[in-house]
């Protein structure tokens, strides 16, 4: 008869903890020590960002990315530029240019903003809109510039699963990165889906 089979025994706990430490320990530095910087890779939204650049580009428009927030109080500035009425929605050039539409405030109420600017500082600009629903939060805000004229661009975004904004109504605030803008006038326009605001502004 042949000679029953050894049973092995299992490792001692201790070598076990030992092992998962000793690879563990090395992933993780060579992880953290190699890893890039910055967001993951997104190929179809980098992709889409690099023709949105380059239609724009040929279009003669510049995009800068501007701070968008939602301030605790009102701010007061500089004296207030003379706001006008302005139609709704972004001019047919810029619109035909954009690879994706930002989702603008359904009206633009009230702007608070000075009519001049030192090229070297930040611009603020104060808006009260109102939005189509209560189904929509502050995602950000764009300037598009083109010769003597200027498109802010307020983005918003759905809210996930069933959030509810509070009210429709909002206050905005929008920086203006300084050094944005070359010294000249322009006609600003802040834009909504149906009613938007312009007014001049010079900049020294």
Same mark, same amino acid.
């Given at each position: 008869?042949?000679?029953?089979?050894?049973?092995?025994?299992?490792?001692?706990?201790?070598?076990?903890?030992?092992?998962?430490?000793?690879?563990?320990? $090395?992933?993780?530095?060579?992880?953290?020590?190699?890893?890039? $910087?910055?967001?993951?890779?997104?190929?179809?939204?980098?992709?889409?960002?690099?023709?949105?650049?380059?239609?724009?580009?040929?279009?003669?428009?510049?995009?800068?990315?501007?701070?968008?927030?939602?301030?605790?109080?009102?701010?007061?500035?500089?004296?207030?530029? $003379?706001?006008?009425?302005?139609?709704?929605?972004?001019?047919?050039?810029?619109?035909?240019?954009?690879?994706?539409?930002?989702?603008?405030?359904?009206?633009?109420?009230?702007?608070?903003?000075?009519?001049?600017?030192?090229?070297?500082?930040?611009?603020?600009?104060?808006?009260?809109?109102?939005?189509?629903?209560?189904?929509?939060?502050?995602?950000?805000?764009?300037?598009?510039?083109?010769?003597?004229?200027?498109?802010?661009?307020?983005?918003?975004?759905?809210?996930?699963?069933?959030?509810?904004?509070?009210?429709?109504?909002?206050?905005?605030?929008?920086?203006?990165?300084?050094?944005?803008?070359?010294?000249?006038?322009?006609?600003?326009?802040?834009?909504?889906?149906?009613?938007?605001?312009?007014?001049?502004?010079?900049?020294?």
């Amino acid at each position: 008869m042949s000679a029953e089979p050894k049973q092995r025994k299992p490792w001692p706990m201790k070598w076990v903890v030992l092992t998962i430490i000793a690879v563990l320990v $090395p992933y993780t530095y060579l992880t953290l020590h190699y890893r890039k $910087p910055g967001p993951a890779y997104r190929p179809y939204q980098d992709a889409q960002d690099r023709a949105n650049v380059v239609r724009l580009l040929e279009a003669g428009y510049r995009r800068i990315t501007i701070a968008a927030q939602r301030p605790a109080e009102p701010v007061k500035g500089a004296a207030n530029a $003379p706001i006008l009425p302005a139609t709704g929605g972004l001019p047919e050039a810029l619109t035909k240019t954009l690879v994706q539409q930002p989702l603008l405030p359904a009206e633009i109420l009230g702007v608070s903003a000075a009519g001049s600017l030192n090229t070297e500082q930040p611009y603020a600009i104060q808006f009260t809109c109102t939005l189509p629903d209560n189904k929509q939060q502050l995602a950000g805000a764009s300037l598009y510039l083109r010769d003597s004229e200027i498109i802010v661009a307020p983005d918003f975004e759905l809210l996930a699963g069933g959030l509810l904004a509070r009210t429709r109504e909002s206050v905005i605030l929008l920086t203006v990165p300084g050094g944005s803008i070359k010294p000249g006038q322009y006609r600003v326009t802040l834009a909504g889906q149906r009613a938007s605001r312009a007014w001049v502004l010079q900049v020294h």
